[in-house]
């Protein structure tokens, strides 16, 4: 059984600066990949990055390209989502999850765990 809790998230303005941590508990696996989805009132949960046990390779959704970067620290087993840039569009809330699948990038199909989230507001 893997437990996730999110923090980090709270108001930023556009352009501001946030970064968002994940902590597991629980076996996390070289086969598993853990990755970062966001839901923003009245959408569809949608992915945003992901990274890899394995390798820490890392997937991006085209939206946060190039503005968020995805890290681990395998001693504290925790994932990072530093936010950069942010936009009012960014405002979501933030989940993680982990898939035991190793390549799963952000399909939300493939994923068995998730963390109870965590709010981004930005807005000036």
């Known amino acids: 059984q893997v437990q996730l809790v999110e923090s980090g998230g709270g108001l930023v303005q556009p352009g501001g600066s946030l970064r968002l941590s994940c902590a597991a508990s629980g076996l996390i696996l070289d086969s598993n990949t853990i990755g970062w989805f966001r839901q923003a009132p009245g959408k569809e949960r949608e992915g945003v990055s992901s990274i890899m046990m394995l390798d820490s390779s890392a997937y991006y959704a085209d939206s946060v390209k190039g503005r968020f970067t995805i890290s681990r620290d395998k001693v504290k087993n925790t994932v990072y989502l530093q936010m950069n840039s942010l936009k009012p569009e960014d405002t979501a809330v933030y989940y993680c999850?982990?898939?035991?699948?190793?390549?799963?990038?952000?399909?939300?199909?493939?994923?068995?765990?998730w963390g109870q989230g965590t709010q981004v507001t930005v807005s000036s």
């Open positions: 999850a982990v898939s035991s699948s190793y390549n799963a990038y952000v399909d939300l199909r493939l994923y068995n765990y």
